[in-house]
Each structure stands twice: as C-alpha cells, then as structure tokens.
C-alpha cells in the first residue's frame, strides 16, 4: 500500500478557489495514478478526477469539468487538484487514492479496486 495524505481543504465562499494536495512519503508519487474522490453527505463517494502516472493522461466526471483540474508537481512529489468556481454541491469529504498494484500502468480509473486511501479533507462552501 501507499500512505497518502490530504491537505488544502476548508471553508469557502460560492465561486471561491481551493487547491487540494495529495502527497505521500517514501514514495515516488510519479509511478502511480491517482484519483480524487468526493464524498458528499447522503450521496455515494464519486471519483472525481484522476491523473495516470507520468501525466499522460488524466479524467473528470462530467459534473466538474471545466471547475476542476488534476496535476502533478513531481518536484514535490505530489498531486493536485484545483477546485473553481465551487458552489454548495461540492460541500464534501476529498480524497485521493491508488491502487498500489498498479504501479506503471497506463491510464487512470475513475473507479474500481483502490488499495491505498487518504483520510480525506473536508471542503466545505457556504456564505
């Protein structure tokens, strides 16, 4: 498994800006893909969008593309997403997570078997 931890999360106002960050440590993040998922109260956890490992391809659910933007900033070992124009619907719990088996491999899921999970950070948008 790969130890992942979230950060960036918080309150923000409707039409605001927030940059999640995913790292880990003792790890190199780059062979991995990895995908956020949301987890909105009463709804089932959703992937939201995911990066393949060296960056050659990435993935959004229709209902964030274009507020959404998954990235990799390798100098720091870490993956980002960048959450704007957020409205009350992206109220949730954010995670990022891999499945360590597939270290290498081409392309990313936006669902299926994850072996490896964040504790999440909650991002919360309200006025």
């Known amino acids: 498994q790969v130890q992942l931890v979230e950060s960036g999360g918080g309150l923000v106002q409707p039409g605001g800006s927030l940059r999640l960050t995913c790292a880990t440590s003792?790890?190199?993040?780059?062979?991995?893909?990895i995908t956020w998922f949301r987890q909105v109260s009463g709804k089932e956890r959703e992937g939201v969008a995911c990066i393949s490992s060296s960056e050659h391809s990435t993935n959004y659910a229709d209902s964030v593309k274009g507020r959404f933007t998954i990235s990799r900033d390798n100098a720091k070992n870490t993956v980002i997403l960048q959450i704007d124009n957020l409205n009350a619907e992206d109220t949730g719990a954010y995670y990022c997570?891999?499945?360590?088996?597939?270290?290498?491999?081409?392309?990313?899921?936006?669902?299926?078997?994850?072996?490896?999970w964040g504790q999440g950070t909650q991002v919360t948008v309200s006025s």
């Open positions: 997570a891999t499945n360590s088996y597939a270290r290498g491999s081409a392309g990313c899921k936006m669902e299926g078997y994850f072996d490896s």
């Open positions: 003792g790890r190199t993040l780059v062979v991995y893909s």
